[in-house]
């Protein structure tokens, strides 16, 4: 979904001509416009029915959840039993016990 409508904003932004400023980098005269271009991209694309919805639009199918749609931080349906990992045990350093030795100064 993330992938979708990333370039179909993307696709939108194409479509408009380079702004006059600037050389023509930029396709918006200021931060305004831009933001009301893509406010309304974005609400025209929440609006749109699509396939992988089955044929909803996402804004409908926010509005129409029944049910939470997550399981985070509850115990109950997934029932995860964590898998205990065998490592091998360590084995003793052959300098263990020989610290550094640190002189008290009393």
Same mark, same amino acid.
């Given at each position: 979904?993330?992938?979708?409508?990333n370039?179909?904003?993307?696709e939108?932004?194409?479509?408009?001509?380079?702004? +006059?400023? #600037?050389a023509?980098r930029? !396709?918006?005269? @200021?931060?305004?416009?831009? =933001?009301? $271009?893509?406010?309304?991209?974005?609400?025209?694309?929440?609006?749109?029915?699509?396939?992988?919805l +089955?044929? #909803?639009?996402?804004?409908q !199918?926010?509005? @129409?959840?029944?049910?939470? =749609?997550? $399981?985070?931080?509850?115990?109950?349906?997934?029932n995860?039993?964590?898998?205990?990992?065998?490592?091998p045990?360590?084995?003793?350093?052959?300098?263990?016990g020989?610290?550094?030795?640190?002189?008290?100064?009393?």
């Amino acid at each position: 979904m993330v992938e979708r409508f990333n370039r179909r904003l993307a696709e939108a932004i194409r479509t408009v001509p380079p702004n +006059g400023d #600037n050389a023509g980098r930029n !396709r918006f005269a @200021n931060h305004q416009d831009r =933001n009301a $271009f893509i406010k309304n991209t974005v609400d025209a694309y929440n609006r749109t029915r699509l396939q992988c919805l +089955g044929y #909803n639009a996402p804004l409908q !199918r926010l509005n @129409n959840l029944t049910e939470d =749609n997550t $399981f985070a931080g509850m115990s109950g349906p997934l029932n995860f039993t964590p898998i205990p990992i065998k490592r091998p045990m360590p084995q003793p350093s052959p300098f263990q016990g020989e610290g550094i030795k640190l002189r008290s100064y009393g």
